[in-house]
């Protein structure tokens, strides 16, 4: 079994201001990573995973996400944010093949002008 | 293409009523999950098909519960005897055989009263 904690569950930030958006996770096995977003009133989109090979993953909007094996975490930066990324941010583990998702509780993104 | 679909986007029902909740997955996928998203709980896994294989139902809360996938596509999820603890939104995944991305329906918001 895995589990997943979101250190924070709210950060405001500023517009063009970096952000990070903190994730570790715990398992006995290897892991596959993956970072959802839900944008206000929309369903749940992939925004980035790690599944094998260069432990840094980006995404096409910016975001990026380095999977650190020794201390199980999967944060999520962004060196300047925009209003639109105002959204709530999932991460999630899965150890198996079958790819069941464990997620974390999200982390509320309010970027203001 | 079409992505994933869910009806009815918003259930409200009297408790003790029994609710049918369906999620049309995209063409070809053989995969299905399906997730509930509540203030409590966060996000769980509920149900998981794949092909002809048996579900996983191993999230599945209580008996009360129940998931069927008939021809291999639509999938309904069925909830009897409703309680006040089942109001969530109720979410649909699907996702292509040996390809570890689930992309996910608008979900269901389930009241019940």
């Known amino acids: 079994a895995q589990s997943v904690t979101q250190l924070d569950s709210q950060v405001p930030v500023f517009e063009e201001a970096p952000v990070e958006l903190r994730c570790n996770y715990s398992?006995?096995?290897?892991?596959?990573l993956f970072w959802y977003v839900q944008y206000p009133n929309q369903g749940l989109q992939l925004l980035l995973k790690?599944?094998?090979?260069?432990?840094l993953v980006e995404s096409i909007n910016g975001f990026e996400a380095e999977f650190n094996k020794s201390q199980t975490s999967f944060h999520l930066r962004k060196p300047s944010v925009h209003i639109s990324d105002t959204a709530e941010y999932f991460c999630a583990v899965t150890s198996s093949n079958d790819y069941k998702l464990s997620f974390g509780a999200g982390t509320t993104v309010t970027v203001r002008a | 293409g079409a992505g994933v679909s869910q009806s009815p986007s918003n259930k409200v029902t009297e408790k003790g009523k029994d609710v049918e909740l369906r999620c049309d997955p995209i063409?070809?996928?053989?995969?299905l999950y399906w997730y509930r998203q509540s203030l409590g709980q966060g996000l769980e896994f509920l149900i998981y098909f794949q092909g002809n294989s048996a579900p996983d139902k191993s999230g599945l809360p209580s008996d009360r519960f129940s998931a069927e996938r008939t021809g291999g596509s639509v999938s309904t999820l069925t909830i009897q005897r409703t309680q006040q603890e089942d109001s969530a939104v109720y979410l649909c995944?699907?996702?292509?055989?040996?390809?570890?991305?689930?992309?996910f329906g608008p979900g269901t918001r389930l009241t019940v009263l």
């Open positions: 063409s070809g996928h053989t995969a």
């Open positions: 995944a699907s996702r292509v055989e040996a390809v570890d991305t689930q992309y």
């Open positions: 398992s006995s096995v290897s892991v596959y």
């Open positions: 790690y599944l094998s090979g260069s432990t």
